[in-house]
């Protein structure tokens, strides 16, 4: 069972939203920092957004006034609600503690969530 699980993602035309979804264990979400990363073809993979334990919240320049990042604390659960969608948005779609999680070793990736917009 994956420590953070993402959905949400699809396809949608320039100018739509998407609200994302990162479901996480209670021990994971409560004391830790969560932030939404992507990565698109031929890019490293980016930080977007991150919500603090507190609720705090900082953007990437490129999204912000765009994207908002909230958490609900009875369902460990943080979403990236993502409005004025554009192409270069297009990527696979991550949630992970801040910094990423350590697992033996190595850092834990999800599956994503592909995020896919059309001009």
């Known amino acids: 069972q994956g420590q953070l699980v993402e959905s949400g993602g699809g396809l949608v035309q320039a100018g739509g939203s998407l609200r994302l979804s990162c479901a996480s264990s209670?021990?994971?979400?409560?004391?830790?920092?969560i932030g939404w990363y992507r990565q698109a073809p031929g890019k490293q993979r980016e930080l977007v957004a991150t919500?603090?334990?507190?609720?705090?919240?900082n953007f990437v320049e490129s999204v912000k006034g765009r994207f908002t990042i909230s958490r609900d604390n009875a369902k460990n659960t943080v979403y990236l609600q993502m409005n004025s969608l554009k192409p270069e948005d297009t990527a696979v779609y991550y949630c992970?503690?801040?910094?990423?999680?350590?697992?033996?070793?190595?850092?834990?990736w999800g599956q994503g969530t592909q995020v896919t917009v059309s001009s």
């Open positions: 992970n503690t801040k910094p990423p999680l350590q697992i033996n070793g190595g850092v834990y």
């Open positions: 209670e021990i994971i979400f409560r004391f830790n920092a």
């Open positions: 919500i603090s334990e507190g609720g705090s919240t």
